[in-house]
Structures are given as structure tokens and as C-alpha cells.
């Protein structure tokens, strides 16, 4: 009877540790870029990102990632533990990406295009630590409503960092009926000594092989102390798959991009303590092909040419500049 019942508690045992394994995953991207008016090309690791997600009991859940290779640096990204009481409300706390904008919210393996919108990379790029809550329900269509409050330290400076300010954020998502999306966020930040409140409005339509996506961002920054900032991102995906038995090739994605941005600051201070400009003024069209292999992981050949417009006066980033991309993604 012991024998049984000690039997019995070990496959009891082995299934609940089979029922909560982890999940590794990873990303990597491996890219070569041309700049065609400087005649100078480069090879760049831009992601080796790994993690590991899983959960301890039915209502508590982690995650934990990090990146070997973010454009050369390493970087511990996400390190949080949400629970769930029930299945519509998380309450997350630890390291993480803000609820804030649709395309700044993508991980690299959801990306479009080889490189970032300015929305998603230089505008609304926020990661901190901190807490959110967020809750799902139904008025005739699925809405998501997520908050939180933040640090305001980013991801390295934590260990004697205090602060009587409050950093916060909060996004609505309607998940509209025949694929529909709208998207509302908010988020206020502060960098050093200057407040920056942001506010972005993005839609798309998903179906039928078409993503139709815009957004528009707004920053404005605390007591004029630099021009308020308008971005803008709106992009048309079309899928197109292939025939076949065993295609080398699963779809074709043609694509093209249009991002703006107005000049812009990171909220740091120069040595007189006010704002400047750290990146200037510029349009963008990006226009390629995605090629998804038919593979056991998810494999993307991403074939992009970017160009840039400046206005007049500005001075263009060494990696800000017309060029052509061409990106292999692979997300296990």
C-alpha cells in the first residue's frame, strides 16, 4: 500500500512538472547593410536574444530575457512575474516593456521590416521596471485595458536609485470585429528634469494575406523646454504564398513604409542644462520583400532599401542613411 501510494504521489509530481515546463525561445538576426551614397557596407548581429518563460502554478507566471547581442552590447531585458487570479486580469511586476504604441510593443521576430519605424526606435522606445495591471473584457468585441507605474530609471540604474516621481502608462486596445484594430495609449516619462508626456493613436486592419497599419505620436515636453514632437508610421504588408509540396519558400511578402518624425529629444540635458536635438527632422520611404521559409522555426529573409529626406541644416546619424538591408531573422 505504501509502495502504491508513494507511486501515486511521484506521477503526481512528474505530471504538475510536466504541465509547468519552460519555454526557451530565441531570436537572431543577422544583417548586412550598404549605404549607397557612401559606398560602405557592414555585417551586424543586431539580436541574439534568448529567454525563458514558463510557469511555477496555474496562476503565476515568468519570464526572463536577456540579449547576447544588442547592435554589440548585452542587455537583460525582461525579468518579470505576473499573476493571474483570473483568466481576464495580470498583475506584472519587474523589468519590462511599457504598455505604450502598437509598433514600439513589437519583439523582433514580429517586426516587418528590417529596421524599426521611428515611433518604434527613437520616439516612444520605452523599457523600465515597475508594475502594471491589466484587465480584458467584452462590450460586443474583446477590450484591453492595461496601466502601470514606473521607475523612470531604465534598465541599469536600479540599485540606489529613489525618486519621488511617478512615471506611468496606460494603452486600450479594441480588437474590432473582421480584424480591425484600435489602439490608445498615453505615457509620461522624465528622463532627467524635464516631464514629457506622450500620447499616440494607431489603427490596422489584418485579413485576406493584408496588414494595413498607422500611428501617430505626440510628445510634449514640460514647460516648452523643447518643441513638441510629431511622428508618424503607416505601412502596407501584402502576403502572397507559395505552391507547392515542400517550397523552399512558404510566402512572399511585399512591402513599403512610410515614417516621419519632427526634431526630436531624448530628454537629456547638454551642459547648460537644457534639451537638444538628438535626432533631426526626417522623412523616410522603405520599400522591399519578405521572404518566410518553410522551415521547423520561424524564418524570415528580409530584402529592405530605405531613403532618407533630412531637412536642410540637419546632420544625418552614421547609420542613418540611405541604404539597403538585407536581414535574416530566425525566432526558435
Known amino acids: 500500500m505504501k509502495r502504491a501510494l508513494a507511486l501515486a504521489g511521484l506521477a503526481v509530481c512528474l505530471d504538475a512538472a510536466a504541465q509547468f515546463k519552460p519555454e526557451i525561445h530565441g531570436t537572431i538576426r543577422g544583417k548586412y547593410e550598404y549605404q549607397t551614397e557612401e ?19 496555474e496562476a503565476v507566471a515568468y519570464k526572463a530575457e536577456i540579449d547576447l547581442s544588442d547592435e554589440g552590447n548585452i542587455k537583460m531585458l525582461d525579468a518579470y512575474t505576473r499573476i493571474s487570479p483570473w483568466s481576464t486580469l495580470d498583475f506584472t511586476i519587474g523589468q519590462m516593456r511599457v504598455p505604450f504604441t502598437i509598433d514600439a510593443h513589437r519583439s523582433p521576430h514580429q517586426q516587418y521590416f528590417a529596421n524599426r519605424s521611428f515611433i518604434a526606435k527613437q520616439v516612444g522606445n520605452v523599457r523600465d521596471v515597475g508594475a502594471t495591471l491589466g484587465y480584458t473584457f467584452n462590450v460586443g468585441f474583446p477590450l ?34 473582421r480584424g480591425f484594430n484600435v489602439t490608445l495609449s498615453v505615457q509620461k516619462i522624465k528622463p532627467e528634469h524635464v516631464g514629457i508626456m506622450m500620447y499616440d493613436a494607431g489603427a490596422y486592419y489584418h485579413g485576406g494575406g493584408w496588414h494595413v497599419e498607422a500611428e501617430y505620436l505626440y510628445k510634449h515636453y514640460a514647460d516648452n523646454a523643447f518643441g513638441a514632437v510629431h511622428s508618424i508610421d503607416g505601412f502596407v504588408n501584402y502576403d502572397i504564398k507559395v505552391g507547392g509540396k515542400k517550397p523552399f519558400v512558404k510566402k512572399v511578402s511585399p ?28 522623412q523616410r520611404i522603405t520599400g522591399g ?12 529573409i528580409r530584402l529592405n532599401y530605405e531613403k532618407y529626406f533630412y531637412r536642410e541644416g540637419a546632420i ?6 540611405d541604404k539597403i538591408v538585407l536581414e535574416v531573422m530566425t525566432r526558435f
Open 144 to 177: 484591453k485595458l492595461e496601466a502601470g507605474v514606473f521607475n523612470g530609471s531604465g534598465l541599469t540604474e536600479q540599485k540606489d536609485f529613489w525618486t519621488d516621481n511617478i512615471n506611468y502608462s496606460a494603452k486600450a486596445q479594441l480588437f474590432l470585429p
Open 316 to 321: 544625418a546619424k552614421p547609420s542613418e542613411r
Open 289 to 300: 520583400v519578405t521572404l518566410s521559409l518553410s522551415t521547423p522555426f520561424v524564418s524570415d
Open 255 to 282: 512591402l513599403v513604409r512610410y515614417d516621419y518624425m519632427s526634431d526630436h529629444s531624448d530628454g537629456t540635458a547638454n551642459e547648460h542644462g537644457l534639451l537638444y536635438t538628438t535626432d533631426y527632422r526626417r
Open 39 to 57: 559606398g560602405q557596407g557592414r555585417f551586424q548581429v543586431r539580436n541574439a536574444r534568448f529567454s525563458i518563460t514558463g510557469k511555477v502554478v
